[in-house]
């Protein structure tokens, strides 16, 4: 017989039941040795410094579970017969039995995870819901019937929707497995919320739950859900009624269609129209043929193309049927233009009477200008429906007006001749060369001196080199570089036309060589030059040329000239003036008994060699140059020719030399080299 519980062992002296040492959130409080373990007896121990916790939390095979601590706070060692917090509160609940002991209590359950009890367990409710149809006429909704599923293990749902064959739908899945989402608030769907008879809205669709599974009912009134009577599963009425049999259509009584094809066939009548499609866009006027198959009134339509119209050739504008010419009244907003019409929409199809020449008609949706008929239409409409006048109607566009051309002014970029090139067609070209005239005169430059006039007093002393090239007309001005003048030298002007003073964008005046005289004044672009001085080549071109030259610009160059020319007589050393004449006399007349000889080409190459334009050359240089030319004289002649001419060791005046060979001493020479440049061109 025992008086109370039997001793066990206990938590140690000074340590009060159910307290387990090291589970504090501070440093362990040790009593003093003899001490109750009451407030006041105690001190922490000041040489603590961990007071990190065991862990408790754990998984093993993807399960959380818990442990008992290894070890106490901050590492101290736990003893291992302490009480578990189960054991100590079965102490602290359980009484005092005298005779009999403890009763005995039963186990408790175990712990069953939700994702283990409800494995495979899922709840099938059958909905269905209304989709509306905006694009038929036959209807206006389709009921669509699915399978909602909830899964017990994790509260998630799908929606699944029976595949119906040549349904023209996408069925299946129409939702996959997850948690669906109840209101704004974040909360979700629970089995909870479902029953029979009641509207479910998942993301804007709302379902209608109609019945369930055997099981899905059980589970539902097993926890306490009153589930309410099953409804009918609505069908869709459009199914239903393509399910019907369709009626056999009753075709009246009227024409033999036989009797016609044998009394026409073979028979067509061919109007000549014209499609007026100017109100579309780049629309035009397209030639047209309508034909008519008297044995089953279909009509046919065939455009005419020509040639290079602009087209693609399609044999067929519209083909072979029958057009309706006036329909039933039915429901305009329904868009029936876009279905094939029946024969019972159509109240009036088209037939010959409709068909005349000057009349419009309009086959789907196009219309049709008729002006003329071919001769069997002709006398089909005579016997059949007593018409005479068959007087074609005149469809000729009449010739626009031609609208004068009107160039826009000149806008100042370019020349005018090559502005004017965009106004003369889309893709403009450069203006066209005259090409003999560049070969003619290719090479040839008329250099002047020009002085600027300007207010300015820096300006006074600057000079500039005017060029003319005879093969384009055009000028360039160069300005020599002058050291310590504080103005850069170069290009003045790049090679481009000049019009004179007063000329207009729409006629133009240039600059020609006869307006280039001692002392004149030339407007290049708002500047104002003055002709100071010129080539010595520009005297020999205007006189070699006298003919195309006013006979003023001739003379103002050759009296520029005049002095010079008695200097070099008087100061020549050497030789007379007289005898060098002499001897040019005699080698020309050496020349004549010889081959025809080009002076031209050999006067161009001396001056194309003579850059500086100072008329002496390099006796070196002097000596390749006739050597290449082989001039057709005595070696003695030439000789004593290089040496009248010879002004110094190094140096020989070129012009003087060429005087024994005018350009005009072989005028045969020159025609052939002409020949020979038209060829090459």
């Not at 007593?386 to 370019?414: A, C, M, R, S």
């Not at 066209?432 to 290719?442: F, G, P, Q, S, V």
């Not at 001396?606 to 002496?616: A, N, R």
Request: aromatic share 12%; glycine share 6%; with cysteine.
């Amino acid at each position: 017989m025992s008086s109370g519980p039997e001793p066990g062992p206990g938590p140690g002296p000074g340590i009060q039941p159910g307290i387990r040492p090291g589970t504090g959130t501070g440093p362990p409080i040790v009593p003093e040795t003899g001490l109750p373990f009451l407030p006041g007896c105690a001190i922490k121990d000041p040489t603590k410094t961990s007071f990190h916790r065991c862990q408790t939390m754990d998984f093993k095979n993807g399960y959380a579970f818990f442990q008992l601590p290894r070890e106490g706070v901050g590492g101290d060692t736990l003893f291992a017969n302490q009480l578990s917090q189960d054991e100590l509160d079965d102490l602290c609940t359980k009484g005092a039995t005298l005779t009999y002991g403890q009763v005995k209590r039963p186990a408790p359950s175990r712990f069953i995870p939700a994702f283990v009890a409800y494995d495979k367990k899922v709840l099938k409710f059958d909905a269905y819901f209304m989709e509306e149809v905006a694009i038929s006429a036959e209807e206006h909704y389709r009921i669509r019937q699915v399978c909602i599923y909830y899964y017990l293990e994790d509260d998630s749902m799908c929606i699944i929707e029976p595949k119906v064959k040549n349904s023209g739908l996408i069925q299946g899945k129409l939702m996959r497995r997850h948690r669906v989402p109840k209101n704004v608030h974040g909360d979700y769907y629970h089995w909870k919320d479902l029953n029979l008879g009641i509207d479910l809205t998942i993301y804007g669709r709302t379902y209608r739950l109609v019945n369930c599974d055997s099981f899905t009912k059980v589970f539902l009134e097993s926890q306490g859900i009153v589930v309410n009577p099953p409804e009918e599963l609505v069908s869709d009425p459009y199914t239903e009624q393509r399910q019907t049999p369709v009626q056999k259509r009753i075709t009246p009584t009227g024409p033999d269609p036989f009797r016609q094809f044998l009394a026409y066939d073979t028979k067509v009548l061919r109007f000549y129209a014209i499609w007026d499609d100017t109100n579309c866009a780049f629309g035009d006027h397209h030639p047209c043929i309508i034909h008519y198959f008297l044995a089953d009134d279909t009509v046919e339509v065939r455009e005419v193309h020509k040639r290079n119209d602009g087209r693609d050739p399609f044999p067929v504008l519209m083909r072979r049927q029958r057009l309706p010419k006036v329909f039933v009244d039915k429901n305009k907003n329904f868009p029936s233009c876009v279905l094939e019409i029946t024969d019972h929409e159509v109240q009036e199809w088209y037939s010959p009477k409709d068909f005349a020449i000057g009349k419009t008609v309009t086959l789907l949706g196009r219309t049709f200008f008729i002006y003329d008929c071919d001769k069997f239409t002709q006398d089909f409409y005579r016997d059949k429906y007593g018409i005479t006048d068959f007087q074609p109607v005149d469809v000729n566009k009449k010739p626009l007006e031609k609208v004068p051309q009107v160039i826009p002014p000149y806008n100042g970029f370019g020349i005018p001749e090559d502005s004017l090139q965009n106004c003369l067609s889309l893709f403009p070209k450069p203006p066209r060369k005259d090409i003999i005239k560049m070969l003619e005169n290719n090479l040839k430059v008329l250099r002047y001196q020009v002085a600027l006039e300007s207010p300015v007093p820096e300006d006074k002393n600057r000079r500039f080199i005017l060029s003319y090239f005879l093969a384009d007309d055009t000028i360039s001005i160069y300005e020599p570089p002058v050291r310590n003048s504080g103005i850069t030298g170069g290009k003045y002007l790049r090679r481009t036309k000049v019009t004179k003073p007063g000329s207009t964008p729409e006629n133009p005046i240039y600059y020609e060589p006869s307006d280039f005289t001692i002392g004149s004044t030339i407007e290049v672009f708002g500047h104002r030059f003055i002709i100071i001085d010129a080539d010595e080549y520009v005297l020999n071109y205007l006189e070699r040329n006298a003919e195309s030259f006013p006979a003023a610009t001739v003379q103002s160059i050759r009296d520029h000239f005049l002095p010079r020319k008695v200097v070099v007589e008087t100061t020549s050393s050497g030789f007379p003036k007289k005898e060098l004449d002499d001897l040019i006399v005699e080698v020309q007349k050496e020349l004549k008994l010889q081959e025809p000889f080009n002076t031209r080409q050999f006067h161009e190459a001396f001056h194309h060699c003579d850059t500086e334009g100072s008329g002496f050359l390099d006796k070196t240089r002097f000596l390749t140059l006739c050597d290449r030319f082989n001039v057709p004289t005595s070696t003695i002649l030439l000789k004593k020719l290089i040496d009248y001419c010879s002004c110094d060791e190094d140096k020989v005046n070129y012009r003087d030399f060429l005087r024994a060979f005018p350009s005009d001493l072989f005028p045969e020479a020159e025609g052939q080299g002409q020949q020979l440049n038209s060829q090459l061109t």
